[in-house]
């Protein structure tokens, strides 16, 4: 007679099923991203799912358009809209950052992040930063917006513009450069440095700086910035200083050999502009920025700040603004023309 088998004799049986069921459960939350992902022992939100040929045909891809499946997906609250969304490109700190009402820690633990990761090395979620997108590299961010739903992506800067500038201001951070009469160099260049941007933003340049004034970068991060964005030319901002005080005055314009003209199209728009004295262009081969790169570069000098008349010049906002409008109108005819 044979003995029926029971629920013990089919015990192994379920438990080995329990446990394939429970690996397989966690292999493909590994896969996807549903686990959360751990960088330098602090949880990273949101999480993500990365798109590989074995999630492609998930319903939620299937609904995307092709070609948004380049772009990292970022779940928005009810009610976000486009106006309420902040894009912070902070390139010098090889980041982005988004602001986004109502995207708290917990929201992207139900609402998951989807997409490419491409140059986007973690997410992080901050109280005060909002969601930080830390990237490999100088990229510039890409993004659309939906109801319910933000596409972004880390894309080079020349993939989205067609005129590129770097700006270059005179020191920064602890090296205030040159000072006299109580007015500081570097003060002297940012301002216009700010003026200029926005000079040549309204005439449709993207405009990079290498540095601001509380921080001064190293050669090596300048070349990083320049090699990252691949500029049309740049343009450097100082002043000079003389021993003589009285007499020494005007305003010039230092180049690398080959770029004369270009350079005297440039101080001629600032001469014009200013009514000093034009010192003329000389070259540079090797010294500061010369030496690092081999894009177009004008080094700019606005005047000397050890003649009180030309540092008090430089030092007012109208001289600032009228310079930052002179160079740019030249800026943008030598880039058109070429």
Not at 106 to 133: A, C, K, P, W
Not at 153 to 179: F, M, N, Q, T
Request: net charge negative; proline share 3%; with cysteine.
């Amino acid at each position: 007679m044979k003995e029926k088998k029971g629920f013990t004799s089919l015990f192994p049986v379920l438990i080995s099923g329990a446990l394939f069921l429970a690996v397989a459960v966690l292999f493909f939350c590994a896969s996807t991203g549903i686990i959360r992902a751990e960088h330098e022992g602090k949880p990273q939100y949101g999480q993500w799912h990365q798109i590989t040929d074995s999630t492609l045909d998930t319903v939620a891809l299937k609904e995307r358009v092709y070609d948004r499946r380049s772009f990292l997906t970022i779940p928005l609250p009810d009610g976000v809209g486009e106006e309420d969304i902040r894009i912070e490109d902070d390139y010098l700190n090889q980041c982005i950052r988004i602001k986004i009402p109502g995207c708290s820690e917990s929201f992207f633990q139900y609402n998951y992040f989807s997409g490419d990761m491409t140059h986007i090395q973690n997410i992080r979620l901050d109280e005060e930063e909002g969601i930080v997108l830390n990237l490999e590299g100088i990229y510039a961010p890409e993004a659309i917006y939906e109801p319910g739903r933000l596409f972004i992506r880390a894309v080079k800067a020349r993939d989205l513009y067609d005129r590129i500038v770097v700006i270059d201001a005179g020191h920064g951070g602890e090296d205030e450069g040159s000072a006299a009469y109580g007015i500081r160099e570097k003060d002297i260049t940012f301002q216009t440095a700010a003026f200029l941007e926005t000079e040549l933003s309204e005439r449709g340049i993207k405009v990079y700086h290498t540095h601001t004034a509380e921080y001064g970068p190293t050669e090596e991060e300048r070349a990083t910035l320049i090699e990252g964005v691949d500029p049309d030319l740049i343009i450097g901002l100082h002043t000079d200083a003389d021993g003589n005080t009285r007499t020494t005055v005007g305003e010039r314009v230092v180049t690398r050999p080959g770029l004369e003209d270009k350079a005297e199209r440039l101080l001629s728009a600032l001469t014009d502009y200013s009514g000093r004295k034009n010192l003329g262009v000389s070259t540079e081969k090797a010294k500061g920025l010369f030496g690092i790169t081999e894009k177009p570069l004008y080094a700019v000098r606005l005047g000397f700040i050890t003649n009180r008349a030309e540092a008090e010049l430089m030092g007012s906002a109208d001289f600032q603004r009228g310079a930052a409008e002179a160079l740019a109108g030249a800026v943008s005819e030598i880039i058109t023309a070429e």
